[in-house]
């Protein structure tokens, strides 16, 4: 997509695209790239109570709290969805995604698949776009290079793939993130949200 046709997605409907897949698929890099790219969108933070990696900044990256400091905001109701996984909390603050879309904002959220599942009820005109690894062998070899999993850990979150799959029929589009193909990714996903802007002026 040109520059020029980034700068015509115009305002229409705000649009909520929800970006998602298994852990070790690339999310975080499909985001930020994305990100890089600005696009007139607000970039929601999701919040976690895992350790920041290397490089990444609280408020940019993640909203990163304490266990404690996560609990109060799920106790007073602040947060769109949460879950606990792998032994850390992640969630997705109403203040990222409720005001701007409020003010006509088209907002991009990335969260796991069972975060998606529960932003696409509570916002059924959201776009739900599942990243999908190549093969399983190539997404064993993405976790393993983060040099963070053990063998335990990796065997349980390739189960957890294996549920998440079951997930698919919920999503409204599936992208393959190949590996060293991030911009070809990016602009699958900038002709989905072409896509789904022209459906919304077809449809005024």
């Known amino acids: 997509m040109t520059s020029d046709n980034r700068a015509s997605l115009d305002r229409t409907k705000p649009l909520l695209l929800i970006l998602s ?3 070790g698929v690339g999310k975080d890099a499909v985001f930020s790239r994305i990100k890089q790219l600005k696009l007139p969108f607000h970039y929601a933070v999701t919040a976690t109570t895992r350790p920041p990696r290397p490089m990444e900044q609280d408020g940019v990256d993640y909203h990163f709290f304490t266990k404690d400091e996560f609990k109060q905001k799920i106790a007073q109701k602040q947060l769109l969805e949460w879950a606990k996984v ?10 990222e995604v409720e005001p701007p879309l409020k003010s006509g904002q088209d907002v991009i ?8 599942t529960t932003l696409k009820r509570l916002f059924p005109e959201a776009i739900a ?25 990796l065997n349980r979150r390739l189960r957890t793939v294996e549920r998440e799959m079951k997930s698919l029929p919920l999503f409204d589009y599936v992208v393959v993130n190949y590996r060293d193909k991030l911009d070809e990714t990016v602009v699958q996903i900038e002709s989905i949200i072409k896509t789904q802007k022209e459906k919304a002026r077809q449809k005024k």
Do not use: C, H, I, T
Not at 109 to 116: E, M, N, R
Not at 129 to 152: D, K, T
């Open 21 to 23: 897949g298994p852990s």
């Open 129 to 153: 776009v599942f990243l999908m690894y190549p093969s399983q062998e190539e997404l064993v070899q993405r976790l393993r290079q983060r040099g963070s999993e053990s063998q335990n850990d």
């Open 109 to 116: 959220v990335k969260v796991d698949v069972q975060g998606a």
């Open 86 to 95: 792998y032994d850390n909390y992640y969630g997705v603050p109403k203040e």
